[in-house]
């Protein structure tokens, strides 16, 4: 059986994490600008290129925002640190790894 307060810190920490790595990364994904003379085509295509791909990986930090909300009602539920699909227990060393986890290594596999 998990440590509760232990999986509830380490939620609150990813959480904080995530939310620090998205102030950091605002601005690359704002929009990116049409003046051809300031910044050439080529330039231009890697910076709306690189923009899609801070949108991404905003999108997987809204993901685990997601993925964080489930587990801490799991938590409030009792149903923190066992596998929705066969009901074993996830052992801590997944959960350290990956808090969020709703499924045990072999369930996860298939």
């Known amino acids: 059986m998990p ?9 609150e ?3 904080t994490e995530l939310a620090e790595l998205s102030a950091l990364s605002a601005e690359a994904r704002d ?3 049409l003046d ?3 910044v050439g085509r080529l330039s231009r295509m890697d910076a709306m290129q690189q923009q899609a791909m801070n949108k991404a990986t905003e999108a997987k930090r809204s993901a685990d925002l997601v993925r964080i909300e489930a587990a801490e009602r799991r ?3 009792g149903e923190y640190g066992f596998c929705e699909d066969c009901g074993e227990t996830i052992p801590d060393g997944r959960l350290e790894i990956d808090p969020m986890a709703e499924m045990c290594v072999r369930c996860a596999g298939r």
């Open 3 to 11: 440590d509760m307060n232990k999986a509830q810190r380490r939620l």
């Open 13 to 15: 920490e990813r959480r």
């Open 31 to 33: 929009p990116v600008a």
């Open 36 to 38: 051809q003379q300031s």
């Open 75 to 77: 938590l409030r539920d």
